[in-house]
């Protein structure tokens, strides 16, 4: 690959690439924060940890909403739908600030945080940014503006833990509004003047019903949306359960801790190493691969072998597919399908891997009340992840009828 005009897609679209950075920031940085808020609210209010936990339901509301997102996107255009998180989200950390006590109240501003980082502020929407300004180096930018969450989150942590140590967990909330009004207000004026992605008028008309048929029929799309579905079970485990599953090993809780932060690098190097190889490589491959590597993961984790390398690397595995998916999806969706489909198709796509969650964390809480331990849990999550990754082979190298193309800006 000559690595001028690569380099050089860089210097050219740099505003689209700050803002989709600058959007994922500000839309999605609460995921890597509100562990910081939890035993506040529960110590101030009372709650049970049986009661707490509840709050994972919250992302069945993304498996309904990110589809309909998606294809709101498609037909007007991904300011808008910004915009409406950039307002939105505010006002749920405000709305969180301002609770007194009612957990049904919490539950449904939680609802309304889950819809705005997982549709109107997250990959389906600032994605576009990418995938329509860059062609060769789109594997690389879509890593690049996943990870700015991640590393946002690494500087942002310690100093909100001090802020909420030192004033409290209202105005925690409070500077969370003011924080990611201004970073999303930020997204919304660095997005390229030139940059117009709504549909033409003549594409208006269009029905819903005709594309979803079309998609349901699509070879391609059924083995991405099944991939997804069976590569995700385990999502909640590793957000929630990680450390305590190497404890249960007989990893003591400082190098547990360890292993931890190994999970949030394999994140990152994630989105790097899967970003470069999709731009070199096959992405059938570079996807089977790339959830290949977590999947020996969880082996590792079933098998309970208390070794301290080999569980590390099972821990950064997890982080790598967390890091990898996104872009995975993203990619594979420019290439098998219409520039204007892409985000009704990345919304689907995207609910398969909520749907998958939930039915994780229904599973994980049944295995581990019959067993008393996470191995079955594991050995499931292994097993789905391994055929999840061979049925990304059964893409065929070039779509039919619909050629490796750039997606030009639709303006």
Known sequence: MNDAPYLREFASNWRALAAACLGLVAGTISNYVSNLFSPQLVAAFGWSKAQFALIGLTVA????????VGRLADRHGMRRIAAIGVV?????FVGLGLQQGSFAVFFLLSLGQMLIISALAGIVVYNRLIVRSFTRARGLALGVASCAPALAAAVGTPLLSRFI????????????AAATALIGGAALAMIPAGFHDRAPPAQAPRAAGRDYGELLRDRSFLIIFG???????HFTMQTTQLKLIVLDLGIDSATGSAMISSFAAGVIVGRI????????FPPRFVATV???IPALGLALLSAGIPSVPLLTFAVASLGFSLGAEGDIAAYLVTRYFAAELFSTVLGLVAAAMAVSALVGS???SRTVAMTGGYGLFLTISATTMLLGSLLFLALRGKPPGAPHRPLANAG
């Not at 140590?165 to 969370?176: I, K």
């Not at 991939?227 to 079970?233: D, G, H, I, S, V």
């Open 290 to 292: 790339c959830f290949l």
């Open 165 to 176: 140590d030192a004033y409290g967990w209202r105005e925690g909330y409070f500077l969370m």
């Open 362 to 364: 229904l599973v994980l």
């Open 88 to 92: 939105g989200l505010p006002l749920v």
């Open 273 to 280: 190493a899967c970003g470069l190889a999709l731009d070199r």
């Open 227 to 233: 991939a997804m579905l069976l590569c995700n079970l």
């Open 61 to 68: 509301i993304a498996a309904v909403f990110l589809p309909i």
